[in-house]
């Protein structure tokens, strides 16, 4: 079984806050992701990385920021927060090659 | 640019119906298809994972099908039970020059009544 864990499980903030999303993964995962997902509405890649000191943008990648520096760690900034970040956001990680995605159990956030 | 389709988005059916969902997607250059299953308000559970040279995957009462020159993937549920009420979506890995990036699908939502 996958150990990818997010928090906070929830999170309301006002807007123009800042904040931040952790994700950490204890398999050794050289590959991580963020992606954004409103309900009943496909994943939407945000940000990935294919190991430490390396981040590349998705395709929702403009009002947010991340950073490797640790293997088993990837969170993600907002650094203001508006109402349109209201979201659930999701982060996956996999082995390399071509192994599979395993998934947190994701933050919902709303912006108030 | 690819994308992936899945139909139908909605299944309501009773206890013991055999399920088929499908996937399509655009660009048939794929490495990997994966299919999950999302809980409500819950992060995404691998369910299988059928690699380009694949035909097919199988797991318990699970069965997903890969066509690569038709653009599409088939996950069987045999014998469906309340418990498999989730959201059903597929994933399909493209990339070039040494990415490796998912696209998804938005989903079948499945409610297996008692």
């Known amino acids: 079984e996958a150990d990818i864990y997010q928090t906070p499980r929830y999170l309301v903030i006002g807007t123009g806050k800042k904040i931040t999303l952790e994700c950490s993964q204890t398999m050794g995962h050289d590959k991580m992701y963020w992606y954004q997902q409103d309900p009943g509405m496909e994943l939407h890649l945000i940000h990935y990385s294919y190991g430490v000191n390396s981040t590349e943008k998705g395709d929702l990648s403009s009002e947010s920021t991340v950073s490797r520096i640790r293997t088993e760690h990837f969170p993600l900034t907002l650094e203001s927060a508006r109402p349109s970040h209201t979201s659930q956001y999701l982060c996956?990680?996999?082995?390399?090659?071509?192994?599979?995605?395993?998934f947190g159990n994701g933050t919902r956030l709303t912006v108030t | 640019k690819q994308e992936v389709t899945q139909i139908p988005a909605a299944l309501s059916v009773p206890e013991g119906e055999n399920l088929v969902l499908n996937c399509s997607f655009t660009d048939s250059a794929i490495y990997n298809l994966q299919w999950f299953r999302q809980d409500p308000g819950k992060g995404l559970t691998s369910l299988l994972l059928?690699?380009?040279?694949?035909r097919e995957q199988t797991s318990g009462r699970l069965n997903a099908s890969l066509d690569k020159s038709s653009g599409r993937s088939t996950l069987y549920i045999a014998a469906s039970q309340p418990g498999d009420s989730a959201t059903y979506l597929c994933a399909v890995y493209a990339g070039s020059g040494g990415s490796y990036i998912p696209t998804f699908g938005r989903g079948t939502s499945l409610i297996v009544h008692p």
């Open positions: 059928i690699q380009s040279s694949q």
């Open positions: 996956a990680s996999s082995r390399g090659g071509f192994s599979p995605l395993h």
